[in-house]
């Protein structure tokens, strides 16, 4: 079966793999799923919630045995990344909620990762231990002290091997960097650093210092009255470690390059897509805020989210996308309800597939869709329990937008919008996805003949 | 709410019809609201976005609203409480904390 790399969207058949989480009735908070992310090699698959939790998969090697079931993605190390706090100076809750996950490529036998709520930012390290040291001479195996004046014999501890234990320990705490909340973290191509941006500022760290932080870009304006946008997202280029791009709520993307000045107010590229005046209402700003920017893994294009379309947008070009797709359009007259309901404020998330070719995107209704950008395709698809048998084929839906509907649609007024996809992730090179559905993760692979 | 469906229609539904179902949506919109501000955008919404965080008048306030969540008893005067009044100050570690949850994620289950 060939792997992801320009595979058309049409020769994918994608099936059920696995599902984590509970089907209970009522979903506790803490419970819903926050950020997906797998690692650089995709064997390892990190979610985080909001009740400031982390849980780690890891995919099971193929066996020779059963060619026909890809790796599984089992549990491998679950910890509590972040807990609630309180701001005394200013009576605020900090929510423990993680906001995002990013993996730092690996480099040696354990695998480092950041988190991040609102306001402070994690590194984890995570690490197998499977060897522990028996035969001390001070103590016995249960830990307690020997009578020294009882040792009449010197012995060398050994390593013995252990029941595999997999340890997360928090090695960095980045803290107290940031007077708003923090909405995205990057890490830099060199290894060495990495970005937090808030509402109104963008923060460059280096991972071994904690207590210092240089700040890249501020928009924060003399008078707050003045205030007309805020960073909705950020993110490094994968591969030039002065480049980075920061979205707006206006629907701007600017690109900044560090090697100009230490703080990157003005920006390098500017990409704004013209509006046309005379289609202006109160909603065209609210829906052009960009809740996600992505850059390809070539490094050549940019993604971003807004409320009803996903663009892409080419590094060289400032403007306009050179592609937009409807991610769902008849939304467009249900405005005023999802306005007073709030879904309007949703912030969904977009991904690229390992080689660039399909874009994906989450939608209500626990619908999330998949552009392909050579054969201009699209599909739409559900994460439900009712198709979850296992290798069972995900049948594409189709949402009726008025007149007739046909017996496998769907109407636009029966959408659940309590159920969202807000958070998805593809697996690097191959065609397995990651999809978060509220309290429920769901795995797709595609169909291995 | 339907979609827009076709029908005999008033002079004002006529005018919805020619204006893009967003314009429309907005007219619905500032029918309920007519003191919808001018500047939708501007710095009401974004305001409103950074105070995220629901305000307490106080950590006293804050921890009250915790406990209360918990269903926690408030501690009562231990009988030997009567050795510590007067016999040092309380400090922070004397209080009731709040624990934060050691559940584990389902995800995990």
């Not at chain 1, 797998?38 to 020779?64: C, M, P, W, Y």
């Not at chain 1, 946008?229 to 701007?252: L, R, W």
Request: charged content about 30%; aromatic content about 10%.
């Amino acid at each position: 079966m060939t792997p992801g790399f320009g595979s058309l969207m049409q020769d994918v058949l994608w099936c059920f793999s696995q599902v984590k989480g509970t089907i209970d009735a009522g979903v506790a908070e803490s419970d819903i799923i926050s950020t997906v992310e797998f690692n650089h090699t995709g064997e390892l698959l990190a979610t985080g919630d909001k009740g400031g939790r982390v849980v780690i998969f890891q995919r099971e090697q193929e066996s020779k045995n059963q060619p026909h079931r890809r790796g599984e993605y089992n549990v491998y190390s679950t910890f509590q990344s972040h807990e609630p706090e309180f701001d005394y100076l200013k009576s605020l809750e900090i929510e423990e909620k993680i906001n995002k996950i990013r993996w730092l490529p690996q480099q040696n036998a354990a695998y480092f990762l950041l988190s991040t709520n609102d306001k402070t930012v994690k590194l984890w390290k995570v690490s197998e231990r499977d060897k522990r040291p028996e035969g001390y001479n001070l103590k016995d195996e249960d830990g307690r002290l020997r009578d020294p004046s009882m040792i009449t014999v010197l012995r060398v501890p050994v390593l013995r091997p252990m029941d595999l234990m997999v340890e997360a320990t928090p090695r960095r705490v980045f803290a107290n960097a940031h007077t708003y909340h923090i909405n995205s973290i990057s890490v830099n191509s060199d290894y060495e650093t990495y970005m937090s941006a808030d509402d109104l500022r963008i923060n460059l760290w280096n991972f071994e210092i904690t207590n210092q932080s240089f700040n890249i870009v501020d928009i924060k304006p003399a008078n707050m009255e003045e205030l007309t946008e805020v960073i909705t997202a950020a993110e490094f280029h994968p591969h030039h470690c002065n480049t980075f791009v920061y979205s707006s709520s206006k629907g701007t993307i600017r690109l900044c390059d560090m090697r100009t000045a230490a703080l990157c107010d003005r920006h390098a590229k500017f990409f704004e897509e013209p509006e046309d005046p005379s289609n202006r209402s109160f909603f065209s700003e609210i829906i052009s805020s960009i809740s996600d920017v992505k850059f390809s893994h070539s490094g050549r294009y940019i993604m971003t989210r807004d409320y009803l379309t996903v663009k892409v947008w080419d590094l060289n070009m400032e403007n306009r996308p050179i592609e937009t797709y409807q991610v769902h359009d008849y939304l467009r007259s249900k405005l005023c309800s999802l306005y007073e309901n709030d879904c309007i404020f949703d912030k969904f998330e977009c991904v690229w597939n390992g080689s660039d070719s399909v874009i994906m995107t989450g939608s209500y209704n626990n619908f999330f869709r998949m552009f392909d950008r050579n054969t201009k395709r699209d599909v739409t698809l559900e994460a439900s329990r009712e198709n979850s048998k296992p290798r069972a084929i995900l049948k594409p839906r189709k949402v009726c937008v008025g007149g007739k509907r046909r017996k496998d649609e769907i109407s636009v007024d029966s959408l659940d919008f309590s159920k969202k996809i807000l958070h998805t992730a593809w697996h690097p090179s191959e065609n397995i996805i990651a999809v978060a559905a509220t309290n429920n993760l769901y795995i797709f692979q595609d169909k291995v003949n | 709410m339907s979609a827009e469906s076709p029908e005999p229609a008033s002079a004002e539904e006529q005018k919805d019809k020619v204006l893009s179902p967003e314009k429309a949506e907005e007219a619905k919109l500032k029918a309920r609201y007519p003191h919808l501000g001018q500047k939708p955008g501007g710095s009401d919404f974004l305001r409103k976005r950074l105070q995220k965080g629901q305000k307490y008048f106080d950590s006293g306030d804050y921890n009250m609203a915790k406990a209360k969540m918990k269903n926690k008893q408030l501690p009562t005067a231990a009988p030997d409480k009567t050795e510590v009044t007067g016999d040092h100050i309380p400090t922070p570690q004397d209080l009731p904390q709040r624990k934060p949850s050691l559940v584990a994620s389902k995800l995990a289950g």
